[in-house]
C-alpha cells in the first residue's frame, strides 16, 4: 500500500477518534454509576489513542484532521441505556475504521491498528454483550451515519 493510503486511513481513524470523544463526552453524562468507570476509561483510551494518530499523521507529513465543534447522534441519547447503546456503537463503528487501517498499513502502524481493532472490539462486546465473528468486518456491511457512528455537525454546539 502507499504511503497516500496510509495517510487516508490514518485520517479516517483520528477523525473517528475524534467523534468517539465526543461521544464519550455524551456516554459520561448520562451512564449509570455503576458503569461510569468503564466509561471514563474508554474516554481515556480514545484521547490517547487519538493523541497517538495526530503523531502519526504528522509522521507521513500529513496535516492531522482537526475535531469537529459538535456531532450529531446516531439517535437520542436521554438515559443510561441508550448511553450503553452509543457506546457499544462508537466502538463498533472504531473496530470498522481500524479494520480499513490494519488493511493499509504496515509494519508497527498495522500492530498499533490491529491492538486498536482488538481493543475496541472488546469494549463493544463489554458495553453490548454481543459478539460478532469478524470485528470491524460486519460493521462495514451496514449502513453507517460517519465515523464511528456520528456525523460532524458544524451548526451543533459541543456541549457535555
Known amino acids: 500500500m ?6 487516508t486511513a490514518l485520517q479516517a481513524a483520528l477523525a473517528a477518534e475524534h467523534a468517539a470523544v465526543y461521544g464519550y463526552g ?4 448520562r451512564i449509570d454509576e455503576r458503569r461510569r468507570t468503564q466509561a471514563r476509561s474508554a474516554y481515556d483510551a480514545h484521547r490517547a489513542r487519538r493523541d497517538a494518530l495526530v503523531r502519526a499523521v504528522r509522521d507521513l507529513g500529513g496535516t492531522p484532521v482537526a475535531a469537529s465543534a459538535g456531532y450529531a447522534l446516531p439517535f437520542p441519547v436521554q438515559d443510561g441505556a441508550a448511553a450503553v447503546r452509543l457506546a457499544a456503537q462508537l466502538e463498533e463503528r472504531l473496530a470498522g475504521v481500524y479494520s480499513d487501517l490494519v488493511r493499509a498499513a504496515t509494519g508497527a502502524r498495522r500492530a498499533d491498528a490491529a ?3 482488538r481493543e475496541a472490539a472488546v469494549r463493544a462486546v463489554r458495553w453490548s454483550g454481543e459478539s460478532v465473528a469478524f470485528p470491524g468486518l460486519a460493521e462495514r456491511s451496514g449502513g453507517q451515519t460517519g465515523a464511528a457512528g456520528t456525523t460532524p455537525s458544524p451548526s451543533t454546539p459541543a456541549t457535555r
Not at 2 to 7: A, H, I, K, R
Not at 26 to 29: A, D, L
Open 115 to 117: 491492538g486498536a481493532l
Open 2 to 7: 502507499s504511503d497516500g493510503t496510509e495517510l
Open 26 to 29: 455524551v456516554v459520561g453524562g
